[in-house]
């Protein structure tokens, strides 16, 4: 099968959850339902006979089917944390960013994270995204949350200047309008 014939699977509906790890739940809890107001939907584990765990297993809901999920594991070691974003070895994992809906419901949750003593940068402009960056207080996690400034799913951003050859493939299948000013020149055609 070429790249210009892989099918598009319709199925996706965002993430179902990011597994996580936190040497704490009930400060886990405390941070993802009052600093980032997010709703607690399932708690797991930790002795239930209906579920497989000997240890908690909690789910955070970002949207609609898409969570955050911790499992407690006491006493683990999780290593240094890192700014997301910048290499680091031993590293397969890097950084969860969550959707927000609007520019402003960005700057109110930086506000939020200010006012709960929460180091977070400065809203950052990715041309089609704009991000906040901050850590997890209590896993020390790499997480961000962005909202997206430009509709990517109607108007694709192809903004490296040299993409990897599938990438090549994927941009020149891509049914796009080819005079929009997001193309890179040799696909933009005359």
Known sequence: MTDTARPRFAGWRGVN???????????????????????????LGNGDPREPY?????FFGIAEGNTIAFFEWPDVQQGPTKPAGLPADGVRFDHLS??????????????????ADVSVSDVVDHTVIHSIYFDD???????????????????????????????????????????????PPELAGP
């Open 98 to 115: 969550f959707n927000v809906a609007s520019v402003e419901d960005l700057s109110a949750l930086r506000q939020r994270l200010i006012d």
């Open 17 to 43: 959850h990011l597994a996580m790890v936190t040497p704490d739940m009930e400060a886990t809890t405390r941070f993802f339902t009052h600093v980032l107001g997010m709703d607690l939907l399932a708690t």
């Open 137 to 183: 207080p209590v896993t020390g996690a790499s997480l961000e949350a962005s909202v997206w400034v430009q509709d990517i799913d109607a108007v694709p951003y192809w903004g490296d200047p040299d993409p990897v050859p599938a990438a090549r493939a994927a941009m020149a299948a891509r049914p796009v309008d080819a005079k929009k000013p997001n193309l």
């Open 54 to 58: 000997p240890y908690r297993h909690y």
